[in-house]
């Protein structure tokens, strides 16, 4: 091993002084005319674009691959482009109220609004309730990546609990309209399976065009009712009326989809542009780059040239918000490059010798300690493989020595392995069971043995129920694990990825001493020559398939910070799907930050777009409280509450998502939660018996042998 | 026998575990996903009792490499099977798709070969006055997909020769329908499509090819490729039975037909 000299800290800031920057605005042609666009610019904010600075958008919601392309700084997007979610992405503030209003709103003949009365409408009304402008960016992603607007909008509508069979109702077919475009066409579908589920008989189809056309087909009788916008909609009629005569409107959704100057985040910090204000007035700005780590240019692995590219992902995430767990060796806990990202446990009061939080473990404030049965947790790293693990996923950009691939990821830590790198399968199934019940999205274990063990699958199973995807190393035997397995690369489940290791200087061959396997080995990463934390405090070289996985393991956790809603299996096969291509004996290819990164941005996980799961992982008691971990999976946007019924007792828990844990004050043999909608409709169920919580470390002697 | 009946009507009080619940795990092919989730919507619209879908994406790869390791029932492919795929797979092909490269109407360039695209996509030709059969001279405007669209994938393993430098800068667009709209509204500008977006462009032929139904669906036309499941063996169970439906109901093939060509159950 190398040891590296920390150099003085150096800082990088080019060309700091002001220069000369244009501000080129890409809209569609109409910008001219809108008021919305060119002419409220000028008449609110007293400037618009100059006609040399104006980017003619060919095609209207293409205003984010304009930025993307460079063509020009700030583009007109519409606010329900999913574009507009992308962590890199920023809607300028229209700060002095310029651009109107526009609400999602069906519009429906008053005739037939009066034949079938409330009943209808309050259905149609219904269906409005559930669309966010958010909401309606996943229904448009859904489209956008391939899908039927029919099917989205009739699977949304299905899976938020509005869906379903009715007895016929008599009286005439309700035709519904659509403008000739996705979103409208999506709604439409989307409205109409909300009507048809209560009996009544739709139809849906196009009107041929815009607003004109619509309006058009609403008078000669060919539609009864097509979804509009309500802003547009009154500027359409000249301002004089909300609808056209004969028809009215109903419950406006919250969602919008109103015009927005978009900028690139990184514009924005450059010239420093925030608000439309801001755009309008100001156009010369300073151009600096950000400070480097010292110790930067030796990290081959996160170099531009890397397969890794990470510093594509930089531009969108740091990986703020997600816990990586290393099942381990531990952690130099004090380390100054480590020690801003060691994950805290805030519910267990530390050094009091008491479980507080009821999980088990007594005082696992930053972790727990698998090595030894005794209560007290000692995470220190006495070997030195999990400080360097550690580092490699999530050393901080502080400028001090190096800087991780998720260098503002927190670090949970797992000790499983004593002084001399040894361990048990048992402690490690503990461990990784440990991790995702206490939060950990993404769980590390760079291991190897060569004995399967029951324990530790049914332990990634777990994890994967709580949401948790398990990275671990493929091995360093230098053999091909399809043929000869090695664990727990070769375990088949959908939470856990293998990972091989390539060799410097730009990480595309496998470096000599790597398992592999077309089947069992999902991604290869760069693993040779690694500089990371130390367990002495400073910086050190370490190769293996061990530095491999935890370069996967911090791109898992740009990907959570960036969609949290992504479930394990999702996040799986974004990192495969994303992998660049290549002859490694692995099944997808190089792991690849940027690619898989961006991915998630604005990705909608099938999943999601499904009817509510609810499971309780996990209910016990201890004392007079019991304590219930509850996973949720699927379409959420009619989500209000939970209802949770212990013994003869009720709860109300309000709407959250993904994984979450609950205590409740009392005891019974079992618990029941309910999902409820706004009107108290079940949306989904789930019950379980409570069991007395266990002490923890239960596993610890137990299983077969496994190393670093 | 009493307290049999007690924990037979316990049982019943509780509502079904979750796990008990049909459901069909796919992972594979993005580019197939979206339509196996459409597939699947009019499934149970059509099936009161259908299962539930699980559905991934990952890649064909990791379909196939997935379903032989029994993480899940099947896996979403969008291209053949080949000879060192995993061992034991058997795909049941139910679409085809297949990419066509389109200019504006008013620019009918009648075909390009393999040499003349190698030249455009190495900016080479710069201007239609390069290109035979053009009745423009003024400069090509290429356009494509972002990396990880269906139809890029189809279009670089396809159209691009390894050994050709890429030099061209191409607008990029997202979605089929923002390409379509581009070239309906770009003379000068020349992309690929899925077949169902080819309404309102010229097609151009490739190597003296037409991308029509027929030339697809008899292998002429080089730029298609089968959507299909793959499974471990003969498809069974639950899976076995959506399949059936997919290549025999008319509401299956209509789904498909807005996009792709849909396969029969005799494999047409």
């Not at chain 1, 170099?303 to 590219?309: H, I, K, Q």
């Not at chain 2, 060192?84 to 061992?87: C, T, V």
């Given at each position: 091993m190398v040891k590296v000299t920390v150099p003085l800290l150096v800082f990088c800031l080019l060309g700091a002084g002001t220069a000369q920057a244009q501000v080129r605005l890409a809209a569609p042609e109409d910008c001219l005319t809108n008021p919305n666009c060119a002419p409220g610019l000028e008449r609110v904010y007293g400037g618009g674009p100059p006609p040399d600075q104006l980017v003619k958008l060919e095609v209207a919601d293409a205003g984010i691959q304009a930025l993307d392309a460079g063509r020009a700084e700030v583009a007109v997007a519409f606010s329900s482009d999913p574009e507009l979610s992308r962590p890199d992405v920023l809607p300028l503030r229209d700060d002095r109220r310029m651009i109107g209003s526009d609400h999602v709103v069906p519009v429906i003949r008053s005739s037939v609004a009066r034949r079938y009365g409330r009943r209808l409408t309050r259905r149609i009304n219904a269906a409005s309730q559930l669309l966010s402008t958010l909401t309606l960016r996943s229904l448009n992603q859904q489209v956008i990546d391939g899908r039927l607007p029919e099917a989205v909008g009739g699977e949304f509508i299905d899976a938020n609990g509005l869906g379903g069979e009715a007895r016929r109702r008599p009286g005439p077919r309700i035709d519904i309209g659509y403008q000739d475009f996705a979103e409208n066409e999506t709604l439409a579908h989307l409205y109409a399976e909300a009507i048809r589920a209560a009996g009544y008989r739709v139809r849906v189809h196009a009107v041929g065009g815009l607003r004109r056309e619509a309006v058009r087909a609403f008078r000669r009788g060919r539609i009864d009712l097509w979804p509009d916008y309500a802003g547009s909609l009154r500027q359409f009629l000249n301002g004089r009326a909300a609808a056209p005569r004969g028809a009215r409107l109903l419950r406006r959704a919250q969602a919008q989809n109103r015009n927005v100057f978009a900028i690139k985040t990184e514009t924005s910090r450059r010239l420093g542009i925030r608000t439309l204000s801001d755009l309008v007035r100001r156009w010369n700005a300073r151009i600096a780059r950000a400070a480097a780590e010292p110790l930067q240019d030796d990290q081959w692995a996160i170099?531009?040239?890397?397969?890794?590219?990470l510093p594509g992902a930089w531009a969108l995430t740091q990986g703020a918000g997600a816990v990586v767990a290393v099942v381990d060796s531990g952690t130099r806990l004090e380390h100054p490059d480590l020690a801003p990202n060691i994950w805290t446990n805030f519910r267990e009061v530390p050094g009091n010798g008491v479980d507080d939080d009821a999980n088990g473990y007594v005082d696992d404030v930053h972790g727990v300690d698998l090595t030894s049965t005794g209560a007290a947790q000692n995470l220190n790293d006495g070997h030195g493989h999990g400080t360097h693990v550690a580092g490699i996923i999530a050393a901080a950009q502080n400028s001090r020595g190096v800087v991780g691939v998720a260098p503002r990821a927190k670090i949970m830590t797992v000790r499983v392995l004593d002084s001399a790198g040894r361990g048990t399968t048992g402690a490690v199934a503990e461990g990784i069971r440990y991790a995702a019940a206490n939060g950990a999205r993404i769980i590390n274990a760079s291991l190897q043995g060569d004995d399967p063990d029951a324990a530790v699958n049914a332990a990634i199973e777990a994890a994967g129920a709580a949401n948790a995807l398990v990275v671990v190393s493929a091995g360093n035997s230098a053999r091909d694990i399809d043929r000869q397995p090695s664990y727990p690369a070769a375990i088949p489940a959908p939470n856990l990825i293998g990972v091989a290791a390539t060799a410097p200087d730009d990480g595309r061959d496998l470096d000599s001493y790597s398992n592999y396997g077309r089947i069992s080995v999902g991604l290869a990463a760069p693993g040779g020559q690694i500089l990371s934390t130390t367990n002495d405090g400073g910086f050190g070289y370490k190769s293996g398939t061990s530095m491999a996985a935890p370069m996967v393991a911090g791109v898992a956790a740009l990907m959570v910070s960036v969609n949290p809603s992504l479930s394990a299996a999702d996040l799986r096969a974004k990192l495969l799907q994303h992998a660049g291509r290549a002859q490694l004996p692995v099944a997808a290819g190089y792991v690849d930050a940027q690619a898989s990164v961006r991915s998630v941005t604005t990705a909608v996980p099938y999943r999601s777009t499904q009817r509510l799961r609810l499971r309780i992982l996990n209910a016990t008691r201890k004392g007079k409280r019991t304590q219930v971990q509850l996973s949720v999976s699927g379409a959420s946007a009619a989500l209000k509450r939970y209802r949770l019924k212990l013994g003869k007792r009720t709860f109300s828990v309000k709407a959250r998502h993904s994984t979450f844990t609950v205590i409740l004050r009392g005891t019974g043999r079992r618990v029941r939660v309910d999902a409820l909608d706004r009107s108290g409709r079940r949306l989904g169920s789930a019950s379980r018996a409570v069991k007395k919580l266990r002490k923890g470390k239960t596993g610890v002697k137990r299983g077969k042998g496994i190393g670093a | 026998m009493r307290w049999a009946l007690l924990a037979l009507l316990a049982a019943l009080a509780l509502p079904a575990p979750a796990a008990a619940q049909r459901t069909i795990s796919l992972s594979g092919s993005t580019s197939a996903l979206p339509l196996v989730a459409d597939l699947a919507y009019f499934y149970g619209r059509e099936h009161r009792r259908a299962p539930r879908f699980d559905l991934v994406g990952g890649g064909t790869m990791a379909g196939l490499t997935d379903t032989k390791r029994r993480i899940v029932d099947g896996g979403m492919i969008s291209r053949a099977l080949r000879p060192?795929?995993?061992?034991g797979l058997v795909l049941t092909p139910f679409a085809l798709s297949a990419v066509c490269l389109v200019t504006n109407a008013d620019n009918p360039v009648p075909g390009v070969g393999r040499a003349q695209m190698q030249d455009l996509l190495a900016g080479r030709l710069t201007h239609w006055s390069q290109v035979p059969g053009s009745p423009r001279t003024d400069a090509i405007i290429p356009v494509t997909y972002a990396p990880g669209a269906g139809a890029r994938t189809v279009f670089d393993s396809v159209f691009v020769d390894a050994a050709t430098l890429i030099a061209y800068a191409p607008r990029v667009f997202r979605t089929a329908v923002q390409v379509r709209d581009f070239v309906r509204a770009t003379p000068a500008a020349w992309g690929y499509v899925d077949a169902a977006f080819r309404r309102g462009l010229h097609t151009m032929r490739y190597e003296g090819v037409p991308c029509t139904r027929a030339t697809v669906a008899g292998g002429a036309y080089p730029a298609s490729r089968p959507f299909g499941i793959v499974t471990r063996g003969r498809p069974r169970g639950e899976l076995a039975r959506f399949l059936r439906w997919v290549r025999t109901s008319r509401k299956a093939k209509k789904v498909i037909a807005t996009r792709y060509i849909p396969l029969s159950r005799s494999g047409q």
């Open positions: 170099s531009e040239g890397s397969v890794l590219d | 060192d795929d995993p061992p």
